[in-house]
């Protein structure tokens, strides 16, 4: 039994998740393959009022402990010169935006180029394919036509009766289960699992100083090899999966979600989603599991995209 | 009878399809508000095959005729320096991108604040709310829960036997009635109406020239009472719903769709859409409506999102 | 004698150091008009040694509590994809940049649009002349040939017998005076003025915490009729002039340099430079005056621009 | 004799005029030895009108067929909205600038990074020392206190009676000689030389049609041996050195001066200048030699910088 403690427990943990080769040598998708279109006309049946709820944050302009490196929002034509194009009665207000979206403030997709274990990411592909131009390989193209399936929302606050997770106590994979049974539903094959961690509530009690060290609850690794077995295709978080910093650091592993779960098991992750109408909708509607529907932006040779993740009940 | 012709003519149709006032002075939805949950309900009984399909461009980074201004992807840190945070063990690689995505390259979806005529938009609201800093009025969050529907597929090229929608003859209201009638569907309350003009397939016989002016195929003025009394709630198109440039040009009038549409009807639009694999998978299942659902990021004071709109039969 | 404590008192100085129409009333050089071309003559034959000298800082990519939002350099081609063009033998590098370059970070010029007073900017000129779309008046252009003339040096550090300038304690009219003389010459008309309050010695000795308020030192306003008087052409500072926060905060006025300077003086301001260079230099050269050239960026409709400025002993 | 059309005559006139090693194995700086204190001392003698003049073009935010990714500038806070950052008092507007400089467009210095011949940059450095993350050789910053010297024009429309330069005709090395006497001067050591091709002439009676390739008058290969023997220390161009398409192509050699001059003699490119000021000043003065600085921005790690170079005559 791995304690996930030691450097040598995690390559343990990593090769025996590893999913290279199990969707032939060229596969780039991982765990999508989970997510077939079965899974998404199951998921069509769980829609029954119809209410969407977005699972996004707001493009985060606003700079902050969590967001050092802003993204942007300029108008480029706005309405005190809406005639600047000079085309007689055109009169238009328009935008850029601009952003580096991974970090800990903009909810976004991971794609399977975003994370090398010893210079390797996904399916034993070289890091050195992801240029200064681009990824070549595991860019987030894969999921570029959606990722539609059934969501289930493990509520990990609720289960400890807790506002939100302790930071120093990261969700465990016991937790995953109990989470399931409490809730009335078994996480199975091709699942998109959202792991709440009540960042929200947490931020609210605890808001962001500038002199702190951000701290953001996340996932014991021993919840990876249950993620695993579960088989799940897609893992999102209203954090980052991995704590931040680590309650318990591994030599050399410093994010193990991220790191076994990209590159090991190829599985696409959503980091800093918003949870708080989710997770109330599913309370007043008594049900956890939802379909849910993503899109990316189609960037080729992309390492992910900004999201806006949507759950229909 | 309008011919839709005039300046006076045009004034007399922005009132006739006007909906200001109609869901309250405050409203910033529009014909949103045709799109109910009860629609998203019966839309997603559409769902039989579960197959997904893009129905976005890739993000436009390269210039050309129709992408003057194109957007920015770059690496922040590729597989040739991924320890550049200086953690041992993170390996990683991110990116940035850019975009002022209105125009003609790029999938995405007007918000109400977009167009302005006589110097108001939607609802009555003066240009003057879209500042330097921002849309205060009519941004484009009044769609951050995502946009879920049925979408209706009407395959122009296809009634008139065609490849494509000769730019210099616009596809008029009876066409619509026909491309219904032809497809077997009839578009009603609350439909995301999809218009292909067949702009890929035009494209591929005639690629743009350098020199050449831009050509895009699109819709008669005349098409725009048809959508006000079908209670369309979103119009998407290949190209950008009004022709570029316009073979019938009315004086102060140069976009008409986009100036009725957003501006009095408060209609958003989804522009530059692409339908090629959309069309191929319609003809196969036999059927042009789908479940439809796109997400704008959640741009507070945007003036609209790029976009990777999902068709799933 | 005004305290320049009160709004009323701020409100007079502003009007007895107006230039507004003194050059005419569609000047937008202010007291560039100072720096004619003897004045670049004369200080030519300041140039003795030929050795130059930065004042700048490095483009600000690093966040942090000065640099809320950082500045952006990306590759757009590295040394590991240099044949990116895929033109024979063509191997190249090249890289973006991008900044909002005001703020307390860049090295930069403030153009004359960048501040208003009750709505107007130099010359009386209203605000609604700097639109969405950029500056139609009193953009940076006025510089666009350079800025060429007699930079003095006025080490207030030095004159106090500190290392840097106790941000509580601004520096007064009466120290310039006091540097002047202990540094054996007289500011005069067209001069460009640098004031050195020790920023990057205070900054070493108190590195800016994460939590902490920034702090800046700069001038009591008391310095504004001194640099009038003296016909002082351009005004520098390693800080930003204006005290950050203000130990002396008047009513209305957070910003008095700069509200006055550009504002009523019309006198262009250069935030954040580098001193320890020139600093140094002098204090070898046991001299306080150089020639002095910068240029902005030749950007139309601009607020001003990134520069690099360079002082020729 | 080379006659410079042969991959392997560009190899040998390649290491016939190599610095590599010249200012020792670890010198970034290249020809800009050559530019001395002493350089800047002579050069300032030849300050007598004191006029000015900018050798820049604007910052170019125009797409078109010389600039098809144009830079940005957008404003963050414009004069609709000053008071947006809630200070009371407080009335400000700012912009954003952002540019990929290299190109045709744009008035920028090449780095002696920017370029590799065979994988290599000046003094035998690989190119993968430019990372995703930027060059960590080699970079812009070894000019960082600016470049000042004595710059000549080489007015080669004048030479040869016309008003611009032929783009099939480049200039040739015996051009250069017959320049200097012609106007009655002759480079040396250190000299900052600048070639006009008349571009803007050229332009303003040939505009660029959409449709047309991009024509730029050059120079000749054997004009490299030449700024090699004077021991020049910076090339300027109103266009960019290389003729554009080359008349003659070199197989696997596309762009000789970039490739010679920046990778074997670690002479610094000014791209893209702008001389019909500067000219027309030359001519009124009746000398073609002048003081000239341009001071890039610091970037660090920078493939290079935009500029504004200013001759004062």
Redesign the interface.
Known sequence: MLSYATKAEMQSLFRSVSNWGRWGDNDERGTLNYL??????AA??L????????C????P?D?G?EN???A???????????C?HG????????????????GLAS?HIDAL???????KMYNGI??????????RRNSIMCA???I?GRGVLLDIPRLRGTEFVDPTKPVTADELSAAEKSQDMRVGEGDIVLISVGRDAHRAQHPP????ATTLAGLHPDCIPWLHAREVSVLGSDAVHDPVPSPAPI?????PVH?CGLAAMGMHLLDNLYFVDLEAACVRAKRWKF?F??????????????????A?L
């Open positions: 077939t279109t079965e899974c998404a006309v069509a049946k829609i029954s009022t119809g209410e969407s709820i977005s996004a944050r707001n493009f302009v700079p402990p050092p490196t802003p942007l929002h300029h108008m480029v034509i706005g309405g005190d010169d809406p600047a085309i007689p009665g055109m009169e238009v207000s328009l935008d850029f935006i601009g952003i580096a979206y991974h909810s180029c975003h994370v090398f274990v010893d210079g070289d890091a050195t394919e992801v240029r200064s131009t681009g990824a570029k036509d959606g539609v100083k500038p002199g702190e030599e050399n592993w410093p994010i790191m379909f529907t993503l899109s990316p932006l189609r960037i080729a040779r992309g390492t992910g995209s900004p999201i806006n993740p949507i229909i």
